[in-house]
């Protein structure tokens, strides 16, 4: 985690001494598929499946040549996991369903390295969570029972879950002409946000985002 902080830290360094060529700023919209990584007890909880949500936010590219820029953003974004099971019990089905929504403010600053239309892009990130709800529902002889819930989040035991994220992600990207490009990337969280977890009991962010991107 040090080591994460140093290169956040190192790169925001290098983007406030004015020495790049040439300054651009931009804005993104796409879908967000977030799947979280459950461990208890030392096993990982199978079931967990991609839940569909929203990503927007907006970034400056900072060029240095026309190969290199560093790329800082802030996002708003929703993460979470979805959880569905059906099964027989007692000759009748049994469906449920169990989501976690969690709603983050990100701050990525990323390498990105152009070549003509396309380019890479990799580094660290920093997230907050501003709201977390758990819904859960289940269906059974016809009957329906629901939970919603808002969670708790901090950094006691007693929370839900931790609210700070930090991660590295990953991307590549298409521009379709000077301003309007297109975007997919990875965003793996490297923080256990289970409060007082261990590496038996932990949780862990990870994401696939799909944008569309527009350069002033």
């Not at 290169?7 to 020495?19: N, R, V, W």
């Not at 300054?23 to 990584?37: D, Q």
């Amino acid at each position: 985690m040090k080591k994460l902080g140093l290169a956040l830290m190192g790169l925001l360094m290098i983007s406030s001494t004015g020495a790049f060529a040439q300054m651009s700023f931009g804005v993104k919209a796409g879908l967000n598929f977030s799947k979280m990584t459950l461990k208890a007890g030392g096993e990982k909880v199978d079931d967990i499946k991609f839940k569909p949500g929203l990503a927007v936010g907006a970034f400056a590219d900072f060029e240095l040549s026309d190969l290199l820029a560093v790329e800082a953003g802030l996002n708003v974004e929703t993460k979470g996991l979805l959880m569905k099971d059906s099964e027989e019990f007692m000759g009748k089905k049994m469906k449920s369903k169990a989501t976690t929504n969690l709603v983050y403010v990100t701050v990525p600053v990323d390498v990105k390295l152009t070549f003509g239309s396309f380019y890479v892009l990799a580094g660290p990130y920093v997230g907050v969570a501003a709201t977390g709800k758990a819904k859960s529902k289940m269906e059974y002889d016809g009957e329906t029972e629901k939970h919603d819930e808002s969670l708790d989040l901090g950094g006691d035991d007693d929370d839900d879950l931790k609210r700070l994220d930090l991660g590295l992600g990953i991307g590549a990207g298409y521009e379709i002409n000077d301003n309007l490009g297109v975007r997919a990337g990875y965003d793996l969280g490297l923080a256990n946000l289970n409060p007082g977890g261990d590496s038996k009991n932990s949780a862990k962010n990870g994401s696939i985002n799909l944008s569309v991107t527009y350069k002033f």
